[in-house]
């Protein structure tokens, strides 16, 4: 092999060790969220609460100020950041509530407003959350109409195991 194919080789060897090289850093690069803005002038959101399939009212999104937002499982339009369904009165539950904990403990309960209002009262009591002031009753609208009671039979716990039968029964 004489010097000039020798000096190719290495040439082509080098360069593809440089683009292996820079698919792999690539690879591990963080993905850009993909965020959509809502500006001022854009029309009205259809909002639906995610505990039941209700007729949809119409709640203007653009009130929220450069709110990012994103449609869950439901088709409900949803703050992308803490999860919380988009309304005027989001921003104030966002801000009073996920100061303590997180959000998913708001989507995960589904209560009626005598178990959300009992639930705030154990907060203050116990957990040293502070009065709510004027911002309390809107803060429960919010959660009864978003995260009210679910309209099932369904009580929280997964369904019993059926009994599997190991024998077989006399007579058939």
């Excluded at 090289?21 to 001022?40: F, G, M």
């Amino acid at each position: 092999m004489n010097e000039k194919q020798r000096l190719t080789k290495y040439r082509w060897l080098v360069s593809s060790l440089c683009v292996w090289l820079l698919c792999a850093w690539v690879a591990q690069q963080p993905a850009p969220a993909k965020k959509a803005l809502i500006k001022a002038g854009t029309p009205t959101a259809v909002h639906r609460s995610t505990t039941a399939k209700k007729e949809a009212k119409a709640t203007p999104v653009a009130t929220i100020p450069m709110a990012t937002t994103a449609v869950n499982a439901d088709g409900v339009h949803v703050d992308a950041e803490s999860g919380l369904a988009l309304d005027e009165t989001m921003p104030i539950v966002k801000g009073q509530c996920t100061a303590c904990h997180s959000s998913k403990l708001i989507l995960q309960s589904h209560f009626d407003q005598d178990k959300w209002i009992e639930r705030i009262r154990w907060m203050q009591r116990t957990q040293k959350l502070w009065d709510l002031g004027d911002t309390e009753k809107p803060i429960l609208t919010y959660l009864t109409k978003y995260y009210g009671p679910v309209k099932t039979p369904f009580d929280g716990r997964r369904l019993p195991l059926e009994t599997p039968k190991w024998y077989k029964e006399a007579g058939r």
